[in-house]
């Protein structure tokens, strides 16, 4: 599996000819997705024959993935006292899941092959409506994987960054939903109201039912999110992300690192 052909249906989601019109009806179709529904899920992106190589690729290496375990602010980019009890700023969750990071990864693998195809960087520099975007040159978290087992869950919050592109390699038997607020947030307006209703369960989220091999790009900055507990499974939950900058050589500052990549038995509060 050497070429762009190999991963990614192409006859349905033209990446290799993005100036023809079907690839510019395809751009145009999920920018809409977007501007709509913060969400931009592209079912049967990834070839089946590949999906079951990544994920096998991912399981082979999950004896040495990075256990994380926190509770953690949804709004990790402010400060967070002074709120009263209850409130969504001083509210609390889990993240325990499994991590595995570039720098663990076989340089020469399909995660990583898949992440340096060009036509990607290029489809979602369209997507994203940017003048430039660059695989980020991080040695961690450039290509992440987010490994969930029984019991684990990624609990609510913000992105600190819009265009968070993943793809999912493996669904848990049970649980493990990707549950999202479209959109709820504003840079003017938090919107608490509705976020208090979200967090209390009396507004249910929208869920993102996709099926392994499906190509996901999401308004995390906008739209509170996170992974539902998974339940009894066998198989875990696996995740594939990428990250991309608009400058080139982007590396993720050493606090952002340690926080994805390590456990703490005090709770992250914000900046
Ligand atoms: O694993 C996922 O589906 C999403 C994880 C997530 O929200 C994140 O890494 O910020
Ligand atoms: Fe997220």
Known sequence: ?????????LERYPLDRLDSPAGCALVEDCRQMMSEGAICALEGFLRPTVVRSLADEVSKLENIMRQVDFLATPYGWLK?????????????YRRH????????????????RLFNFAQLTEFVRQLLGYETLFNSACPNISVRLNIMR?????????DTNDGAISFILQNAEQGGAFEYAPLIRSETDENYDRVDRIFSGSESPLVAEASAGTFMLFMGRR??????????????RQTLLFSYDQKPGMVFPEKIRNRMLKSSPEPFLGQ
Not at 80 to 92: I, K, T
Not at 97 to 112: E, I, K, R, S, Y
């Open 80 to 92: 967070n006292s002074g709120f009263p009890e209850g409130h969504p700023r001083s509210r609390l």
């Open 1 to 9: 599996m050497q070429a762009l052909a190999d991963f990614i249906d």
């Open 150 to 158: 029984a019991g684990d869950e990624f609990g609510w919050h913000y």
């Open 97 to 112: 899941c499994g991590v595995l990071t570039a720098d663990q990864l076989n340089p020469v693998g399909l995660c990583t």
């Open 223 to 236: 739209s509170l999110h996170r992974v539902a507990p998974v339940g009894q499974t066998a198989r875990s």
